[in-house]
Structure formats: C-alpha cells, structure tokens
C-alpha cells in the first residue's frame, strides 16, 4: 500500500492522465501507421502515468520522452517501468526511442519527486512494443556484414539491456523488454513483476 503522503499527493495530478490499479491496466496509442493496445497483468499496486510524450516535463533540456511511465509498488520499494509503442523499429527509430528512454527516466523522478518516493535506477525497466522488427529483417543483417565499420544496433536490441546515456559520461544499462504486437490488430497481453 502507497504510504498515506503518497497517496494524498496523487490527488494532485489529472485523473484523465494518471491511474491507480491493483491488478493491471490496459495502454494504448494510435499512432499514424496504426493503433496499438497492451494489456498489462500485475499482482502489486501500481501508478499509470499516460501519454508522457505529450504531457512530459517540459523545462528539461531532453525533449524527447516515452509514452507511458508506471510506478509498481514492490516489497523492496518502487520499480519503474517505462514504454514505448512504435508500429516498426529500424536502426535509425532504435536510437530515437533510446533518447524516449532517457527522458522518460528523468521525468520519472520529477514524479517520484512529486509522490514522495525514491527511485533506484537498477530497478528501472523499459520496454518497446512494436509490430516489425527491420532491426532483424535480412536486409539489415546483410547490410551490417557488408559494413563491418558501422555499429549495428542489433546487437543491443536483441540483448536485454540497453544503454542509456546521462548527461555527458554516465552510461547505465537497464533491463529491455521487446513485446511484439499482434500484426493484424496491434494488441498484446503482457505480466510485469514476475
């Protein structure tokens, strides 16, 4: 259970942009190329932050942000779970989401700094959902052997961690989740804490 400060402190933020759950929550986003839906199962409280990428800090200097940011009340304190919805992933797309990553980081503790609770960073997870992987398509793994010069992101995609950097020097890895959507209808079911 949320401490009562934390508690009293959500009374603060919009209704229509943030939501409370005991059990799970359903996310969205329609988005040019189409419209995608995840179904998010979990056994702990948890706090719903929406459409983060329009409604982000806006005095930071990192512009960019993910589209949702939850807060899951643990035992062993808050986890943070940050998402992002593309319909296709390229190499290119891969470097943008990266900086969604980073400024959904930073605004996640301006909120913890609003809700009264600490933010461990090894206990920040992100976690893209997508339609197609051109990450991994043939075109682009032949592409990355005929140029051996270039770093490839599929290495990094396809690992479970990514790289984030802070501020000028500061590179932390965090855990990634890959959650591909159904093609036809851009929905997915999907269990955090486990």
């Known amino acids: 259970m949320f401490s009562q400060r934390t508690n009293e402190r959500l009374k603060l933020f919009d ?90 980081v930073l605004n996640s503790y301006a909120l913890a700094g609003v809700l009264g609770v600490e933010i461990d960073e090894r206990k920040i997870n992100f976690y893209t959902c997508y339609r197609r992987d051109l990450i991994n398509s043939p075109v682009s793994m032949r592409a990355m052997l005929a140029d051996r010069t270039e770093r490839s992101n599929n290495v990094e995609w396809n690992s479970g961690m990514v790289e984030i950097e802070e501020g000028v020097c500061q590179i932390q890895k965090f855990y990634h989740y890959k959650i591909q959507l159904d093609e036809e209808n851009g929905f997915a079911e999907y269990k955090i804490g486990r």
């Open 15 to 104: 209704s229509q942009l943030v939501e409370v759950s005991d059990t799970g929550i359903e996310i969205e986003k329609n988005i040019e190329a189409g419209y995608a839906k995840i179904k998010i199962d979990c056994d702990n409280r948890m706090i719903v932050f929406k459409n983060m990428e329009k409604k982000k800090l806006q005095n930071l200097k990192c512009k960019n942000c993910a589209d949702y940011i939850i807060f899951e009340e643990t035992k062993e304190g808050m986890t943070v779970h940050i998402w992002e919805m593309k319909r296709t992933v390229k190499e290119k797309e891969w470097e943008h989401i990266k900086k969604q990553f980073l400024g959904a």
